[in-house]
């Protein structure tokens, strides 16, 4: 008998009857898991009751896991419709008692530091951990920003886990040092912890307290100026508090010994660890390892710094440490060498690897690097690319073929963040403006203005519904002159099919939600011209974006069609593919050359649709000159 | 010297990379031995490129540098040619060689490489080359979908890796989707046999 069986209860949807397989599993057991696996298990045994979310790459299979588990537990989940949305719903559950997970990608907590900043002041009654994934090298992220800023920007903890089985231990810690502090505690990941897999042993779940109290104390909780003037004190006492935490926390340790320093953090400890074993010199090197990076242990540093010749700073980003230990040397007058971020050791540019650290570590203290030497790759051909591309039969590309064809080249198109992004490169080639969640609508505005073009706007749903909303309701109060095309794809589908306001979830098996409908937000607003269109039909998706560009003022399109993806994942897949009749096909091309669809190739010179690829969408069919593209029936 | 051994398998997006790493990886659980493996893949749902790197052993790393893999398993013989970087004169490289299109070449935009061009390269610049048409064997057992199977089976037989035969089979076993198991251990079996047929 194990508190599983105490956690179980009837799951909620019906028709899943296995236990999910974070809950299963003695402790002491050994899994192999995803380190966002292990996240999600570490905040379970740290007894969570209560996470948000605004899905982002690399954070996503940590909700996913949580969405999950809620089905079956008394965990409460939810997708919020943005970031700082989940972090006002996390302070408030905080505050009434409840161990609380907010958890979004590094770009996210732009959106969430407003709520941050004064969270901070307000501080939590139980452990707050807001989780933010930093995507060094920006695998899937519009920039590479250092989050650990927001840590010492916001006057809260930040802690660093190095690998998949410590990020387990690491967040329930964070829960503890959070209700140490009564201040929120940022937990730094980075896609490489994210996205590693590891052996991870698990422990006991802690029952979680579900019914929270909050306790009425505006003199502490109404951040008006006298109160906030009272609690800024308060959030320098914690913080005061936490360097003391941080020189004793077992986080933060001193390994090995040597007239040489290593001082690293995060992802950077593995490949530090690795390399001095790999260099031969584990006598001559010490490493500092800050797991509690924000505040940093001070009487740790100036112990480590103590006799040591040279230190050199490892951390990928931004030189956090690097800085802060610096001042420290200052302080105490030592002269040491420090370095970290230079030209020819390490750049504060995109992530490392084990290679990378070394040769900083053997060029920097002079040892002799014999690493395997990469074969000649000189030689080798010009290789074809497989650059991404939006997926056969997606909407998107029926779009974008159509709004080409209304707006011309001539019109601008800012764009948003989803997998419709991609529509900017060729052939469809449409997006001339990236910049971050919700920002195709103000910028459509802003190129409307300043340069008096046509501007067209994209934007998926899930964006709309995040912070697009707020975009259009200013277009519409200032009286631009733009047009938005709303990609409604009915998921959130670039980063795994999370729901958002406006999915029906009751095609997913879940009651007690409701759906929000576009069109309707959009009229209510005040928009002058709203039509939605089945972006398949692309003489009438066209039509429909020339009369929007025609009207004058602000004018929206929905594209409502269900991502490819999703539809065949609910059984909703077309029962039709196409083929090329070889006969009527003159060559032309169109096909392959204005829509880029992958499921085409060409053989002996001819068109082909690939069958197993083809979903039966009909746009090449529509846009074909010889009208030699027809239907097939899949047997 | 070094007790670690360092694997970097490359595919094209739905070729089952993420579950032959992960059989892998819990074979090594099951035998006891420390593993660490990482997922690599940009933002294409489907038909980018996806890398995972695993590392048997003492290493706390989950990532390989450009010259340091041990073994290059390659789903694709453009994708094998193209994380060729990854090898030193003694990696040992184990590849399908049945090619899969990127978009750029099916439309005519680039020119994917002859077959027997890449496997010149591949074997100029490897300790062993293994090529073979998996997606073949794979369709063989049953569906092309376990080609990842194949090429673990053929993984197995070089017996590069510090995990046997055995331990893998029953990690196929355990792990993969009951109906599929059968046609999964054909598939390994017949990677497997193939390796052996060509090593010889």
Known sequence: MTVFSILKKQPKRAGKKTMHKL????????????????????????????????????????????????????????????????????????????????????????????????????????????????????????????????????????????????????IKYAFDLSEQLNEPVIFRTTTRVNHSSGIVEFKDITLPQTKGEFVKDPMN?????AVSRKRHKVLLDNLEKAATISDSCSYNFIKGKGNFGIICNGVSYAYVCDSIKD????????????????PMPDALIKEFLKDTEKVLVVEEGE??????????????????????????????????????????????????????????????????????????????????????????????????IGCYTLGFLPPVGMGDFVLCMGASIGTACGFSKSTGKNTLAFIGDSTFFHSGINGLLNAVFNNHDITVVILDNRTTAMTGHQPNPGVDMTELGFENYNQIDIEAVVKSLGVGYVQTVKPYNIRKT?????????????SVVIAKEKCVLYA????????????????????????????????????????????????????????????AISPVKIK | MSNITKLII??????????????????????????????????????????????????????????????????????????VAKCNKNTEIITNMRPLQPFTSAIGLAKYPESEEIEKLLKAKSKNFLG?????????????????????????????????????????????????????????????????????
């Open chain 1, 23 to 170: 809950l299963q599993g003695e402790p002491e057991s050994r899994h192999f898991l995803l380190g966002n696996e292990a996240i999600a298990r570490g905040a379970i045994e740290a007894g969570v009751a209560f996470a948000t979310t605004y899905p982002g790459t690399p954070s996503s299979e940590i909700s996913a896991n949580l969405f999950e588990i809620s089905q079956e537990t008394d965990l409460y989940f939810e997708y919020s419709s943005n970031e700082k949305i989940a972090l006002e719903l996390a302070s408030a559950s905080a505050n009434s008692g409840l161990r609380t997970l907010c958890l979004m990608k590094h770009v996210g907590l732009n959106v969430a530091a407003d709520v941050l900043m004064t969270l901070a002041y307000l501080g939590v009654k139980k452990g707050l951990v807001l989780l933010t994934a930093d995507d060094p090298f920006m695998f899937s992220s519009q920039n590479e920003q250092d989050n650990r800023y927001y840590g010492k920007l916001a006057g809260v903890p930040v802690l660093e886990p190095s690998s998949v089985d410590e990020a387990k231990e690491m």
């Open chain 1, 319 to 416: 030189p956090v440490m690097e800085e802060y230990v610096r001042s420290v040397a200052q302080t105490q007058k030592i002269t040491c060498e420090i370095k970290g971020k230079h030209k020819d050791l390490l750049s504060r540019l995109y992530e490392f690897n084990p290679s990378i650290v070394r040769s900083a570590i053997a060029k920097f203290f002079g040892f002799e690097n014999k690493s395997a030497v990469p074969v000649d790759i000189s030689d080798l051909p010009v290789l074809p690319n497989r650059p991404p591309n939006l997926c056969a039969g997606c909407a998107h590309r029926a779009v974008f073929y159509a709004a080409k064809k209304a707006g011309g080249t001539d019109t601008l198109y800012p764009s948003d």
């Open chain 1, 279 to 294: 260099l031969g010199i584990e006598d001559k090197v010490k490493i500092l390892r800050p797991g509690l990076s924000h």
């Open chain 1, 568 to 627: 065949k994942q609910l059984g909703q897949g077309k029962k039709t593919v196409f083929q090329v009749n070889h006969d009527k096909c003159k060559n032309h091309r169109n096909c392959v050359n204005d829509l880029g669809c992958p499921a085409f190739y060409i053989e002996k010179d001819k068109v082909n649709i690939n069958p197993e690829m083809c979903t039966g969408c009909s746009v090449c069919a529509q846009i074909c000159p010889e009208n």
């Open chain 1, 542 to 554: 066209q039509e429909a974006i020339e009369e929007a560009m025609k009207f004058k003022g602000v």
């Open chain 1, 221 to 225: 909780y109404v951040s008006v100026p």
């Open chain 2, 132 to 200: 073979f048409d998996a997606t073949k064997l794979a369709i063989e057992a049953g569906t092309s979908l376990s080609l990842n199977m194949v090429l673990l089976g053929a993984l197995a037989q070089r017996n590069l890796i510090p995990i046997g035969k055995d331990l893998i089979e029953k990690t196929i076993k355990e792990k993969t989707k009951k109906q599929f198991a059968e046609t999964n251990l054909k598939a390994f079996h017949a990677g497997f046999q193939k390796a052996l047929e060509l090593s010889k």
């Open chain 2, 10 to 83: 490359v595919a094209v997006g739905g070729q089952g990379n993420l579950l032959a790493s992960k059989i892998l990886g819990e074979a090594a659980l099951d035998a006891g031995i420390q593993v660490q493996m990482s997922e690599i893949h940009g933002m294409a749902q489907r038909g980018g490129v996806v890398e995972s790197s695993i590392l048997f052993g003492d290493a706390k790393s989950s990532i390989i540098a450009d010259g340091e893999a041990d073994i290059l398993l390659g789903f694709e013989p453009l994708e094998s040619l193209r994380a």
